[in-house]
């Protein structure tokens, strides 16, 4: 089983639909959690982290249930340039403190 | 630099060649990390040092796998007895501080393809 688990996709919305992704990770004591970006052939780009009380920045919202060991990220009004592989990232103790794990990606198309 | 600065942007190698692939951090930026990243896979931790210390190779997939840093910025990546499951892209990524609560900025990749 995966450490960092994601739904694969692909997501195909139209615009201005409301798409929602899940995340899950296996280790209980992880500590830090992120949405990063991908374009295709592109590097990830951070998106935004991803904190207990919950989070909003502009149409993403992102949600973690430490007590479920789940990451959820909520785009609003979707638009074509939300197109990208959607990667959920999590803080792993058992490995290095330092090192981030990253789960396979969701792949989103926003159709016109 | 104002980015993470990866060179070469493409490496094709015979089987069993050499290769280096570079990393040039942000300016400044304590950490650097190396990932290996797989079509349709997200990236898969390689290594990870702090200035030029080495804190973590435990990703590395074998010992023709090694990683330097030997000034504490640019760091390399070399890869010996080139096979075909290389194949991938290599990313480096840098962040300001040793944790982990700062999410880090990647660079461009080499994407490395081994006939």
């Known amino acids: 089983r995966k450490e960092v688990e994601q739904d694969p996709g692909p997501f195909n919305v139209p615009e201005g639909a409301t798409v929602a992704f899940n995340c899950t990770y296996s280790n209980s004591a992880s500590q830090s959690f992120f949405w990063y970006r991908q374009d295709c052939r592109k590097e990830p780009k951070l998106l935004m982290s991803?904190?207990?009380s919950g989070n909003e920045d502009g149409r993403f919202t992102a949600q973690l249930n430490r007590a479920s060991q789940y990451i959820s990220l909520l785009i609003r009004d979707s638009k074509l340039s939300d197109s990208a592989t959607y990667l959920c990232v999590v803080n792993m103790i058992s490995g290095s403190a330092r090192q981030l794990t990253f789960g396979s990606g969701t792949q989103l198309t926003v159709l016109p | 630099g104002a980015g993470v600065s990866q060179s070469p942007r493409y490496k094709v190698a015979k089987r069993g060649q050499d290769v280096a692939l570079r990393c040039d951090p942000i300016s400044g930026h304590v950490s650097l990390f190396w990932y290996q990243q797989a079509l349709g896979q997200g990236p898969e931790f390689l290594t990870y040092f702090q200035n030029e210390a080495q804190l973590d190779k435990s990703g590395l997939p074998s010992d023709r796998f090694f990683a330097e840093r030997p000034e504490g910025s640019v760091s390399t990546l070399k890869i010996q007895r080139t096979q075909q499951e290389d194949s991938a892209v290599y990313l480096c990524?840098?962040?300001?501080?040793?944790?982990?609560?700062?999410?880090?900025?990647f660079g461009s990749g080499t994407r490395l393809t081994v006939v």
């Open positions: 991803v904190y207990s």
């Open positions: 990524a840098s962040s300001l501080a040793g944790g982990v609560n700062y999410g880090y900025t």
